[in-house]
């Protein structure tokens, strides 16, 4: 007993890798990042080998909403969680992504799933798209705050197998990255595939409103459509010309819009019901320690 007397006491100190005054904290208060994360997704999807091991490797399209939410967990406990929380949740995913290969679907070449190049893909698409959402929806961030969050975020790269120093830690680098990059993205047929099945993903059968030839049309579906929408509107413009689009400052501008309209809407959630337990546990041992101090 002592000995858990102590865990609990150490934990109940600990505010994980960032805390509340980190910058990383300020961008994830943002309910409008529910964008951001699918906006990741369809970033990742035009990397071919990024996509094949994804889709050689899960039952995404069985679980769509099994997988978000497991997604959704682990990047709430790596934000939120205690450094032993977060440290433990990266150790279970290198362990998975370990087990894991897949083929090229060009080549045939077989490759790791943890293959750092493909880690830092999907890393950079994540922070990328959280903190270029938010800052889009209307979040007041200066320059150097979202140099702060790139380089805060190397902490999360870490946790997946990742140098951090061969990790983008500036919107300088980031854009780099993606100039480097771009040459390996391309609209595949499993690109095409999984973006549509991103904007049109089947609604659990709880929320949904069953009509003729089994489509669900109901007030979720539309609510999800224009999440999707909007997902793909903040896309950089390079990313929608992949998809087909023309990428224009047009609907830029619109999506700009649209992305603060929404996050006003979400501000007037109650706060109970857009944090998850994580976060709140985060905030109140936050709390303790400052009134302990």
Request: charge should be positive; aromatic fraction near 8%; proline fraction near 6%.
């Amino acid at each position: 007993m002592p000995g858990a007397w102590h865990s609990w006491a150490v934990d109940s100190e600990d505010l994980g890798l960032f805390g509340p005054g980190s910058v990383t904290w300020k961008v994830h208060e943002e309910p409008i990042l529910i964008v951001a994360g699918l906006r990741s997704l369809y970033l990742q999807a035009l990397h071919p080998r990024a996509m094949a091991g994804v889709a050689q490797n899960s039952d995404y399209r069985n679980d769509a909403w099994g997988r978000l939410v497991r997604t959704a967990t682990y990047v709430a406990t790596t934000i939120y969680g205690t450094t032993a929380e977060a440290e433990a949740a990266g150790r279970r995913l290198r362990a998975l992504h370990a087990r894991l290969r897949a083929r090229d679907p060009f080549t045939g070449e077989q490759f790791r799933v943890d293959d750092p190049d493909l880690l830092r893909w999907v890393h950079v698409t994540e922070v990328e798209s959280f903190v270029s959402t938010a800052r889009r929806a209307g979040l007041s961030l200066t320059d150097a705050e979202v140099d702060g969050y790139y380089t805060e975020q190397r902490r999360s790269a870490a946790l997946v197998g990742l140098d951090p120093a061969d990790v983008p830690g500036t919107a300088a680098e980031v854009a780099d990255y993606y100039r480097r990059v771009h040459g390996e993205l391309r609209m595949t047929k499993e690109a095409a595939e999984t973006a549509l099945f991103l904007t049109a993903p089947p609604i659990p059968w709880k929320v949904s409103r069953p009509v003729r030839l089994g489509l669900s049309l109901g007030p979720p579906r539309w609510a999800y459509f224009g999440v999707a929408g909007l997902a793909m509107a903040l896309l950089p413009p390079w990313a929608q010309r992949l998809y087909g689009g023309l990428g224009l400052p047009t609907t830029a501008l619109t999506a700009d819009l649209s992305a603060r309209a929404l996050r006003l809407a979400l501000a007037a959630v109650p706060r109970r019901y857009r944090e998850g337990p994580l976060q709140q546990a985060a905030k109140d041992r936050a709390a303790r320690l400052t009134a302990a101090a």
